[in-house]
């Protein structure tokens, strides 16, 4: 191989420092299949079936997106009696509200946000593959989001994510027969 150097007092183009990093680097992208959103709001209670029987009963193909009292009253009503949110401190007048059931063993959850910062995903996060877990209790979160995270237009959720999550771990539809 023959060596070259570069004499001193010569200019060196810019585009050189940029093209050896790009060799040193060797293409190494973000990995496509991450989902980078935004992770948006906070949990505000959760409650499991090991502790409210009734949980299990609850309709788990879509998550729900309140935006009112009125959407409040409705996603409630279908909750066992002894599953409320009174005492929270939930104000609907500045927040949205992403309420979800799905199975838990040793999954968690987040809200994303798309880049538009109205379309709200809520997804649950598996981060260990190949568990066989004996009992999944249905888990019921209430996610509060602020509307100062979101944009201007009137927010919608798309219902439960699927992907990997940039944090490590396997986002999972919570019933994959209906997503």
């Known amino acids: 191989m023959r060596r070259t150097s570069i004499p001193s007092g010569v200019a060196v183009p810019a585009v050189l420092p940029v093209l050896a990093a790009s060799v040193v680097l060797g293409g190494c992208t973000p990995d496509p299949g991450v989902d980078r959103r935004d992770e ?10 090991a502790d409210h029987a009734e949980l299990g009963d609850l309709d788990r193909t879509r998550p729900a997106l309140v935006l009112d009292a009125e959407d409040l ?8 009696d002894d599953v409320t949110l009174d005492g929270l401190d939930v104000d609907l007048d500045a927040p ?3 309420v979800g059931a799905w199975a838990r063993c040793t999954e968690s959850s ?3 946000v798309d880049d538009d910062r109205t379309t709200l995903t809520l997804q649950v996060v598996d981060p260990q593959e190949q568990v066989a ?3 999944s209790p249905v888990r019921l979160e ?5 509307r100062s995270e979101l944009g201007d237009g009137t927010p919608r959720l798309t ?4 992907g990997q999550a940039a944090g490590g771990g396997q986002v999972r539809c ?6």
């Open 40 to 49: 948006v709001g906070r949990l505000v209670s959760s409650w499991s079936e």
């Open 73 to 80: 009253d409705d996603v409630t009503s279908r909750w066992p």
């Open 96 to 98: 949205v509200l992403v």
């Open 110 to 112: 987040r809200v994303v």
């Open 133 to 135: 877990c004996g009992w």
């Open 142 to 146: 209430v996610w509060e989001i602020s």
């Open 159 to 162: 219902g439960y994510g699927r």
């Open 174 to 179: 919570p019933e994959p027969a209906r997503c």
